[in-house]
């Protein structure tokens, strides 16, 4: 790389001055360590005697034929062009021609790295993505961010240089699904801050939202038919550090879909019953089996009318209603019918109500996902079962593998995201503790695959990284929450139990800090992390 060293001297010398030893220029910072990535990859082999720089004649290269690659490139270009400054045009790979820069290839890559693995190697002519699709090569180019100085991600041209560390990363993801769960139905969040959190969380290679859209506080999606679930239902919320109500349009919901999708990322919609439900009987007098509708529910907990009516036809009618239009605005093969916390119904009426609700899910084409409880009561063929307090003792849970159902897991005291890291942490007000303390080291030490007794291997489909916004009432305090300990999970869900180790962690979590300070994410600074100093 060409220093400016040699200009100054010359400049210096020429104007007949000496040369002062203290105005030597700092070299430029040494590039991030291949390997420092949050979710640690699968292989890392550093080599240091290369590396590449970006510059202002590099190129961002794709695969002629692949426009999911193509989209992934412009999308690239975009992040990286205002920091630096530089064109970085996107253009076709040619054949045999090494170009300068950033190549995204799909194909030729190891059929065992799956549709998320990808392979980045990067020597002196540039840095080279292969996958075996377009989401492997997304994966790929999220990594490559993580090298990159964090001043990539600035809005304005920033000093250089762009150094990228020699070596090569093959990664692939130990469980194929990684989710987060965001509950808009408590405190609602905007289309556009829904985005920023999935912009945040696909940085660690998220690949679903479950997106928690109704419960008794607050409705959360228009359903043509029904317009009083948003104009009433949609106009509440928690009241406790001020209502955040609204909801989104057909079209709001289908741009979220998109951004997400543009990120490989899956939307699947929850639509909560027979439980979590005052919202609706709010919204229709008819849902509710004494005819009267109940009055809006702002508190925290169990509403006073928590249950859909189960012996009304009317009642399914509004669910076929709702799943049908929010499964025709949906491309992903799920949708969550919720189905947690229904102790207040007798066993046979929730059986009842969960064959039917499935029945009606199936019919419009999608796969149903459902809380743990639902296990009960579901056909697992197919299902996911959110497993969020482990039971050794649910024998249905237990059997759910062995029918053909899999159990995503998010066992509460350690995953669930709004309970507090310790007492008033991140700040009094903020989060909950009912499942305990979280502290970073808990959010990493547990295993997917031992949680639940008697569910493992090929039972386990992943891990979900819920957040419920009881006591969460902004973006700032949705990031505190989240940062860092949603990194810790999706590593659990992404590499393999060999890279598990707690320093190793730490070490690369605090790396991410002068990215979430770039990006105004407002991370909580946990004592259990060697931050670099501001
Ligand atoms: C839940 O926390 N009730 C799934």
Request: glycine content about 10%; some cysteine; proline content about 9%.
């Given at each position: 790389?060409?220093?400016?060293?040699?200009?100054v001297?010359?400049?210096?010398?020429?104007?007949g001055?000496?040369?002062?030893?203290?105005?030597?220029?700092?070299?430029?910072?040494?590039?991030?360590?291949?390997g420092?990535?949050?979710?640690?990859?699968?292989?890392?082999?550093?080599?240091?005697a290369?590396?590449y720089?970006?510059?202002?004649?590099?190129?961002?290269?794709?695969?002629?034929?692949?426009?999911?690659?193509?989209?992934?490139?412009?999308?690239l270009?975009?992040?990286?062009?205002?920091?630096?400054?530089?064109?970085l045009?996107?253009?076709?790979?040619?054949?045999?021609?090494?170009l300068?820069?950033?190549?995204?290839?799909?194909?030729?890559?190891?059929?065992?790295w799956?549709?998320?693995?990808?392979?980045?190697?990067?020597?002196?002519?540039?840095?080279?993505?292969?996958?075996?699709s377009?989401?492997?090569?997304?994966?790929?180019?999220?990594?490559?961010?993580?090298?990159?100085?964090?001043?990539?991600?600035?809005?304005?041209?920033?000093?250089?240089?762009?150094?990228?560390?020699?070596?090569?990363?093959?990664?692939?993801?130990?469980?194929?699904?990684?989710?987060?769960v965001?509950d808009?139905a408590?405190?609602?969040?905007?289309?556009?801050?829904?985005?920023?959190?999935?912009?945040?969380?696909?940085?660690?290679?998220?690949?679903?939202?479950?997106?928690?859209?109704?419960?008794?506080?607050?409705?959360?999606?228009?359903?043509?038919?029904?317009?009083?679930?948003?104009?009433?239902?949609?106009?509440?919320?928690v009241?406790?550090?001020?209502?955040?109500a609204?909801?989104?349009?057909?079209?709001d919901?289908?741009?979220?879909?998109?951004?997400?999708?543009?990120?490989?990322?899956?939307?699947?919609?929850?639509?909560?019953?027979?439980?979590?439900?005052n919202?609706?009987?709010?919204?229709?007098?008819?849902?509710?089996?004494?005819?009267?509708?109940?009055?809006?529910?702002?508190?925290?907990?169990?509403s006073?009318?928590?249950?859909?009516?189960?012996g009304?036809?009317?009642?399914y009618?509004?669910?076929?209603?709702?799943?049908?239009q929010?499964?025709?605005?949906?491309?992903?093969?799920?949708?969550?019918?919720?189905?947690?916390?229904?102790?207040?119904v007798?066993a046979?009426?929730?059986?009842?109500?969960?064959?039917r609700?499935?029945?009606?899910?199936?019919?419009?084409?999608?796969?149903?996902?459902?809380?743990?409880?639902s296990?009960?009561?579901?056909?697992?063929?197919?299902?996911?079962?959110?497993?969020?307090?482990?039971?050794?003792?649910?024998t249905?849970?237990?059997?759910?593998?062995?029918?053909?159902?899999?159990?995503?897991?998010?066992?509460?005291?350690?995953?669930?995201?709004?309970?507090?890291?310790a007492?008033?942490?991140?700040?009094?007000g903020?989060?909950?503790?009912?499942?305990?303390?979280?502290?970073?080291?808990?959010?990493?030490?547990?295993?997917?695959?031992?949680?639940?007794?008697g569910?493992?291997?090929?039972?386990?489909?992943?891990?979900?990284?819920?957040?419920?916004?009881?006591?969460?009432?902004?973006?700032?305090?949705?990031?505190s929450?989240?940062f860092?300990?949603?990194?810790?999970?999706?590593?659990l869900?992404?590499?393999?139990p060999?890279?598990?180790?707690?320093?190793?962690?730490?070490t690369?979590?605090?790396?991410?800090?002068?990215?979430?300070?770039q990006?105004?994410?407002?991370?909580?600074?946990?004592p259990q992390?060697?931050?670099?100093?501001r």
């Amino acid at each position: 790389m060409r220093r400016t060293a040699p200009v100054v001297l010359a400049v210096t010398l020429a104007a007949g001055l000496a040369v002062p030893a203290a105005a030597a220029p700092t070299p430029p910072a040494p590039p991030i360590p291949l390997g420092q990535v949050v979710p640690a990859p699968v292989s890392v082999h550093a080599n240091t005697a290369v590396g590449y720089t970006l510059s202002p004649t590099s190129v961002i290269s794709y695969d002629l034929g692949n426009s999911a690659t193509r989209q992934v490139a412009q999308w690239l270009a975009g992040q990286l062009r205002p920091s630096t400054g530089y064109p970085l045009p996107v253009v076709p790979a040619v054949p045999f021609v090494s170009l300068p820069g950033i190549s995204l290839a799909v194909g030729g890559a190891d059929p065992s790295w799956g549709s998320e693995g990808y392979r980045l190697a990067v020597d002196n002519g540039g840095v080279h993505i292969k996958a075996n699709s377009a989401n492997g090569v997304y994966d790929g180019v999220q990594t490559l961010l993580q090298l990159l100085p964090a001043k990539f991600a600035a809005k304005t041209a920033q000093r250089g240089p762009w150094p990228v560390a020699g070596g090569e990363i093959v990664d692939y993801p130990r469980y194929a699904y990684r989710g987060a769960v965001l509950d808009v139905a408590r405190h609602f969040f905007t289309v556009a801050e829904v985005e920023r959190y999935l912009d945040e969380v696909s940085r660690y290679k998220i690949n679903y939202l479950q997106l928690h859209l109704t419960d008794s506080q607050g409705w959360r999606i228009q359903i043509d038919g029904w317009p009083r679930l948003t104009s009433v239902g949609g106009s509440s919320g928690v009241s406790a550090g001020g209502v955040r109500a609204g909801y989104y349009t057909q079209a709001d919901y289908e741009q979220i879909v998109r951004y997400a999708a543009a990120r490989f990322i899956t939307v699947i919609p929850e639509i909560e019953g027979p439980a979590h439900s005052n919202a609706a009987l709010a919204s229709y007098a008819e849902l509710n089996c004494d005819g009267v509708a109940a009055p809006l529910f702002q508190g925290v907990g169990p509403s006073p009318h928590e249950y859909l009516c189960l012996g009304k036809d009317i009642t399914y009618t509004f669910l076929d209603d709702v799943i049908r239009q929010v499964a025709a605005l949906t491309p992903g093969p799920y949708l969550s019918i919720g189905g947690d916390e229904a102790a207040g119904v007798s066993a046979a009426d929730y059986a009842t109500y969960i064959h039917r609700v499935q029945a009606i899910v199936a019919k419009y084409g999608k796969k149903l996902v459902g809380w743990q409880e639902s296990a009960a009561a579901i056909d697992p063929a197919g299902a996911l079962i959110g497993l969020w307090i482990p039971d050794p003792d649910d024998t249905r849970l237990k059997a759910a593998p062995a029918a053909g159902g899999k159990l995503v897991m998010s066992p509460a005291f350690t995953a669930y995201m709004d309970m507090q890291y310790a007492a008033d942490k991140p700040a009094a007000g903020v989060g909950n503790n009912w499942a305990g303390y979280i502290e970073v080291q808990d959010a990493y030490n547990w295993d997917p695959n031992t949680v639940q007794d008697g569910v493992s291997g090929s039972g386990v489909a992943g891990v979900n990284i819920p957040l419920f916004t009881e006591y969460v009432h902004s973006p700032a305090e949705i990031d505190s929450l989240v940062f860092p300990r949603l990194p810790a999970i999706a590593e659990l869900g992404w590499s393999p139990p060999s890279t598990h180790d707690w320093n190793s962690f730490r070490t690369r979590l605090a790396a991410q800090a002068p990215y979430w300070d770039q990006t105004g994410v407002h991370f909580y600074r946990s004592p259990q992390i060697p931050w670099p100093t501001r």
